[in-house]
């Protein structure tokens, strides 16, 4: 049997009403605004879809997951990147997000349809606050672009063809 090629999946999780928990959609709306990203790539706004998000992990691999994660004494505005073997493992002191852990339940049921993704990868930053409001904390608003940046990195390493947009000064 051939194996299926995937497209690449950058999914931004998060809630717009919550303050800096809504940091992956802002770097999912930051890359669509800033870099040409090929059909080999697929930018998605997974808001708090939770199980819906199913169909996209099934059809995308690699995957790079982009929410706030709390790590105790860590600093607002501080980034971290984890592999789904990481946050598994339980060997990290963390409390991820509800999104995060959400999404680690449901590449299990993706794993157990024998359609989950090998890479998965979690880019995230520590909120200020997650308080109601529509505007993110100064601290983490800063982190959307360079996150950006790293994830284009990534793909790129990966073989993705992505470049910034012409007069794109950000």
Known sequence: MEK????????????????????????????????????TVTLFDGGTAGIFMAPFLEDHDPIFVVDVVNLNGAEPGKLFTFSADD????????????????IVEILDICKLRDASPECVEFFCVIPESIAT???????????????????????????????????DNA
Do not use: C, W
Not at 9 to 18: D, F, M, Y
Not at 151 to 164: A, D, N, P
């Open 4 to 39: 299926v090629i995937k497209k690449a999946g950058v999914l931004g999780i998060g809630n717009l009403l919550l303050s800096d928990e809504s940091f992956g959609l802002h770097v999912i709306e930051y890359m669509e605004e800033h870099y040409n990203v090929p059909d």
């Open 87 to 102: 946050v598994r493992s339980g060997s990290m002191q963390v409390r991820m997000s509800p999104h995060q852990l959400g």
């Open 133 to 167: 409001g529509l505007e993110m904390t100064d601290v983490v608003a800063a982190q959307v672009g360079k996150i950006a940046g790293i994830l284009v990195e990534r793909l790129q390493k990966e073989g993705y063809e992505i470049t910034k947009k012409e007069n």
